[in-house]
């Protein structure tokens, strides 16, 4: 007896069905909790537990059932706003019950006014992470490359080849290869040697082969050289400035820009530049590592620290005290020795140089790193349709403001008027925010400003926690047309507002976020200003018109 089309279509039915059973009744137990489970299920916020957990978003894992079954017995927060270990040590009974913390939070906890977390401060949390000075120099010299420098006869020979090319010589020291690594001040050694390039000026760059957190006083190390962009090798300082004195033309001018003397001995680089015949140059003051090792002139690297006289007992309780007068001494013996000019991105930060270095007789003048141009006819940011959109531009680091942009997110990101976005290169996988990537370069100038429109963001959080020299991110913000939000501490930043960029300067983090619980800061938004897109028009720096130290 045939069956018919429709029993074999039943029986295939009920053959997949079997087959399914074991897989659904494995969903149905994921799926189907107690009311305790079901209690925590709701209280999660399982988008964030994914970002925070990456193993657990790789493995496709429910995020309630992996917290449940694993996560908290592991130490894995279920929210940003409750610390699983923070609760069992506040709590050692809860600890000693062997209760999952967050379900006892969320029964009785809360009720009985027990805390979800410890309640101390972002500079309180930083401090417990600190990190003695001689711990972080001790791994750079394990990490610093053990390689052989190559011969002096074939840097030499390489330059020799050169020849007439070589009569005109800009040299540039950094703390890294600004032709490989990517950031201001990189973009800024890359555009001074793209600048006198046009003008027919070859460019060499020095860096060491790592990174260092200090200036050095064993000679340095091995330096990396860059002729014209290009990476020729590794060699001692001693042998690059034999090798340059041998292979420059006798005629030639050479002139010379400091950008950063981190990972070199500033006596090294003194021989190197006296023995190639190096008399005129610039110091750029991009940062303050010329009057501290805290470059950032933040305190144990958590609170500004305004530069405090040399010696003082505020430098005596700072992880970089014991270092500022190797700091101060180093780069006045170059700035001195030589009788270089200051070069400051801003008045702020020129001010207070002059301040504190006590060398207030030395030339010095402001020459700011980029402006505002023309306005342009981009295309206008898509509508925000009544939402009011936050960004964080650039590297998510601490000192930057990256903290206290995560405490916004943490508080407002279920408000419907706020959302919050992420620029940069990369993403750092924080729920409550989108991520849109941004890679600025010398080829694309403008990829952080065209990405701020693009994402239709209105308000820019540059809430720098140091005294900024310059500050890229505010005025590529101005640029898009994004108003910018930051506090007093910022330096050029909180300048560049009050001489009129589009934004505020709040007080403090308190007023901060009692704007955004009263909603002030919507008054911010695109569609309330109406900002235009602009350029920004990039200094020359070294290259100058007018800068230029020729003999």
Known sequence: MTNSPLQDLARSFVRRLRGRLPGLAARARSVVRSPDDALVADGMDPDWYRAMNPDVAASGADPADHFLRHGWREGRDPVPGFSVRDYLELYPDIADAGINPFLHWLKA???????????????????????????????????????????????????????????????????????????????????????????????LHLHPVDTWPTLREDGGGLLGVALNGEALGAWTAADIGAALAEALPAAGRRTFALHSLLGHDPAAIETLLRAAGFARGVFWLHDFASLCAGVHLMRDDLVDCGAP???????????????????????????????????????????????ASGLAGVSAR??????????????????????????????PVPHKGWEVF????????????????????????????DFVEARVSADQPHAMRDALVGAGVDVALTWSLCAETFGFTALEAAA?????????????????????????????????FAAFETGEVLSLSRSARGAPVRTLVFSGLTASPGVRPWP
Request: aromatic content about 4%; overall charge positive; some cysteine.
């Open 109 to 203: 906890g809360k009720a009985e006014g027990r805390l979800p977390r410890r309640e101390v401060g972002r500079t309180a949390r930083a401090a417990a992470l600190l990190e003695p000075l001689q711990v972080r120099l001790d791994r750079a010299a394990r990490r610093w490359p053990q390689a052989r420098p190559a011969e002096r006869q074939a840097l030499s020979r390489r330059l020799a080849a050169l020849g007439p090319a070589l009569s005109d010589l800009h040299l540039t020291v950094s703390h890294d290869d600004a032709f490989r690594n990517v950031g201001g001040l990189q973009l800024c050694v890359q555009r001074e040697h793209a600048a006198f390039a046009a003008q027919g000026v070859s460019g």
């Open 309 to 355: 006289p040399a010696g003082s007992a505020a430098c005596g309780v700072c992880l970089y005290g014991a270092r500022r007068a190797l700091h101060a001494e180093g780069h006045r013996r170059l700035i001195e020795g030589f009788g270089l000019e200051v070069l400051a991105p801003s008045q702020i930060a020129l001010d207070l140089w002059r301040r």
């Open 366 to 395: 402001v020459l700011p790193l980029a402006a505002l141009g023309e306005v342009t006819e981009a295309p206008a940011p898509p509508a925000s349709e009544g939402v009011l959109r936050l960004a964080f531009l650039g590297a």
């Open 406 to 433: 995560q405490d916004l997110v943490r508080r407002f990101s279920g408000d419907p008027r706020y959302a919050f976005v992420q620029l940069g290169a990369e993403g750092a996988g924080y729920a409550g925010m």
């Open 480 to 512: 898009a047309g994004a108003a910018v939000l930051t506090g007093p501490d910022s330096g050029n930043i909180a300048a560049q507002v009050k001489a009129g960029l589009a934004g505020r300067v709040l007080a403090d983090e308190a007023a901060l």
